[in-house]
């Protein structure tokens, strides 16, 4: 069965601060993608990695890939306010696509 | 770019009662996909469609589901009988291809009174 597993699934944060959202998925795959979601609002595409090794990165956010560990990384760097939403990632293996829970993040001044 | 459009944002019905849903994809996109999500959780993946073809369906799709995308373009996703455990976000996406990511429309909220 396909799984997606995130963590934490909360994460509440300072201003300034830096941290990694994680995304171990259990089949091989070598496409994993990245969503945000704010509150009451649809998926916004964020990164596509399509292989072993591939890091993508816009504003404070950087993603990588690791087929090899079945894991995926979302690092915030330096976070303001304006990235509190709900990440998710999703593997895009076969076409049962699977999404993880989601990690809420809330940024605090 | 008109993304993503679905019908009705919102859906308000008695229990019992069939409703229907209607996606319309960026045009040249030949993949569309339907997801339910609830509060607090992930989208959980329904069916999607390339071209016409429904090629994929989930055990969540019991036989009160059924998703149409006739001519390729626009589809429906109707719920005959509903139920109270049917209330959530009904979310559409398309995509060129499998590779390319989706985009996803606004979703309609189903809530079942």
């Known amino acids: 069965e396909l799984k997606v597993e995130q963590n934490p699934l909360f994460l509440s944060m300072q201003e300034g601060k830096n941290y990694t959202i994680y995304c171990n998925y259990s089949?091989?795959?070598?496409?994993l993608y990245w969503y945000r979601q704010d509150p009451g609002k649809s998926l916004e595409s964020l990164f596509v990695?399509?292989?072993?090794?591939a890091v993508k990165q816009e504003g404070r956010l950087m993603a990588s890939l690791d087929t090899k560990a079945r894991l995926s990384t979302l690092h915030i760097t330096a976070a303001v306010h304006d990235l509190s939403a709900t990440y998710f990632c999703y593997q895009g293996g076969s076409e049962k696509l699977v999404f993880g829970k989601g990690t809420k993040l809330t940024v605090n001044p | 770019d008109t993304g993503v459009s679905q019908n009705p944002r919102h859906k308000i019905t008695k229990r019992g009662q069939n409703v229907t849903f209607r996606c319309d994809p960026i045009?040249?996109?030949?993949?569309l996909y339907w997801y339910r999500q609830t509060l607090g959780q992930g989208p959980e993946f329904l069916t999607y469609?390339?071209?016409?073809?429904?090629?994929?369906k989930s055990r969540l799709l019991s036989d009160r589901f059924s998703a149409e995308r006739p001519k390729g373009s626009f589809s429906t996703l109707e719920i005959q009988r509903t139920e109270q455990g049917d209330s959530a976000m009904y979310l559409c996406a398309s995509s060129l291809g499998s590779r390319q990511p989706q985009h996803f429309g606004d979703g309609t909220r189903l809530s079942i009174l």
């Open positions: 045009s040249e996109h030949n993949r």
């Open positions: 990695l399509l292989s072993n090794g």
């Open positions: 469609f390339q071209n016409e073809a429904q090629l994929e």
């Open positions: 089949t091989t795959s070598d496409r």
